[in-house]
């Protein structure tokens, strides 16, 4: 692991101090890529640290020490980027970055005028399980994780400095934690009841029996229910203009089909009916089947079936 006091910035000295029983390096903490201390990082650095205390005392293991914190999103899927998942994508919480010596810990939550409130998700990797580094694409503020078991995380939306003092980090800490590896080789979740490491997919924590939301349901709800999907995972707003989209597309081929029933055999224009009825039907399949996709990245994710936000 890399060491607690390894050298950031040639010009500023190693500076640990206790914030509230956290370990930070201040000398970096508060800074930007270039070792400037910028008030701007050190309100959101303060603000997580202060928001976050009570969960990151629990999570840090001894002598754990935080270098730095970021906020961003992670980067929706292939498929959500090519559909134009908009509305989805700006539903999704955010991404709160935490570096320290040994590993970076993310933590999901929502950003509210008082503060910022976790949203019971949290993923961690080892630095020695970091492959590579990359930070560019649309706006050069996206930063692209890569591990040794081949997986990618992608994070995008970060405020302004904090991609660059992010990829100054990992450059330092990545290298100096390099011969910490673990069996996985790359992020894990973390159950928010007693914080062991969840199995990809088993929606149910094996160590305190937390449920969690599921991809059956998740169907289930998709395809049953007007905005099922999107409900499911939490997004209300969303889900409300998915329901009323998915029942007007739904009303319309009951309204072109219809007249097939109470028509006499004159009038019937069946296969004007069916084709028109079918242009609806598969724009509503298709704009199911989108919100199904775009849902399960949140439900693999993992989100307790019972939230208990505070």
């Given at each position: 692991?890399?060491?607690?006091?390894?050298?950031?910035?040639?010009?500023?000295?190693?500076?640990?101090?206790?914030?509230?029983?956290?370990?930070?390096r201040e000398d970096v903490l508060y800074?930007?890529?270039?070792?400037r201390e910028k008030a701007r990082l050190r309100r959101l650095a303060d603000e997580v640290l202060e928001d976050f205390n009570d969960l990151l005392r629990r999570v840090l293991e001894p002598n754990e020490v935080v270098f730095g914190v970021a906020t961003a999103q992670a980067m929706p899927g292939v498929t959500a980027q090519f559909f134009g998942g908009g509305w989805h994508t700006y539903s999704l919480p955010r991404s709160v970055l935490i570096f320290t010596d040994r590993r970076v810990i993310v933590l999901r939550a929502r950003k509210r005028m008082s503060?910022?409130?976790?949203?019971?998700?949290?993923?961690?990797?080892?630095?020695?399980?970091?492959?590579?580094?990359?930070?560019?694409?649309?706006?050069?503020?996206?930063?692209?994780?890569?591990?040794?078991?081949?997986?990618?995380?992608?994070?995008?939306?970060?405020?302004?400095?904090?991609?660059?003092?992010?990829?100054?980090?990992?450059?330092?800490?990545?290298?100096?934690?390099?011969?910490?590896?673990?069996?996985?080789?790359?992020?894990?979740?973390?159950?928010p009841g007693c914080f062991a490491v969840l199995s990809p997919r088993v929606y149910q924590c094996s160590g305190c029996g937390l449920q969690f939301k599921d991809e059956g349901n998740l169907?289930?709800?998709?395809?049953?229910?007007?905005?099922?999907?999107?409900?499911?995972?939490?997004?209300?707003?969303?889900?409300?203009?998915?329901?009323?989209?998915?029942?007007?597309?739904?009303?319309?081929?009951?309204?072109?089909?219809?007249?097939?029933v109470f028509a006499g055999p004159e009038h019937r224009n069946v296969a004007g009916a069916l084709l028109g009825g079918g242009f609806f039907l598969l724009l509503?399949?298709?704009?199911?089947?989108?919100?199904?996709?775009?849902?399960?990245?949140?439900?693999?994710?993992?989100?307790?079936?019972?939230?208990?936000?505070?």
């Open positions: 692991m890399a060491s607690p006091d390894v050298e950031v910035y040639p010009t500023v000295p190693a500076q640990r101090v206790d914030k509230n029983g956290i370990n930070v800074s930007d890529a270039k070792g503060g910022w409130i976790w949203d019971r998700g949290i993923r961690t990797a080892r630095w020695g399980d970091l492959q590579s580094v990359k930070s560019g694409g649309f706006s050069s503020r996206i930063l692209t994780l890569q591990f040794r078991n081949g997986q990618k995380q992608a994070y995008w939306r970060f405020g302004r400095g904090e991609l660059k003092k992010a990829v100054s980090l990992i450059d330092v800490l990545g290298p100096h934690g390099s011969g910490e590896l673990t069996a996985v080789g790359g992020m894990v979740s973390l159950c169907l289930r709800r998709g395809l049953l229910v007007p905005g099922g999907a999107t409900f499911y995972v939490g997004a209300t707003g969303l889900g409300a203009m998915r329901a009323l989209s998915e029942c007007i597309l739904a009303a319309a081929c009951v309204l072109i089909v219809l007249p097939i509503l399949a298709f704009d199911k089947t989108i919100a199904i996709v775009f849902s399960r990245q949140q439900v693999r994710d993992f989100l307790p079936a019972k939230t208990n936000r505070t």
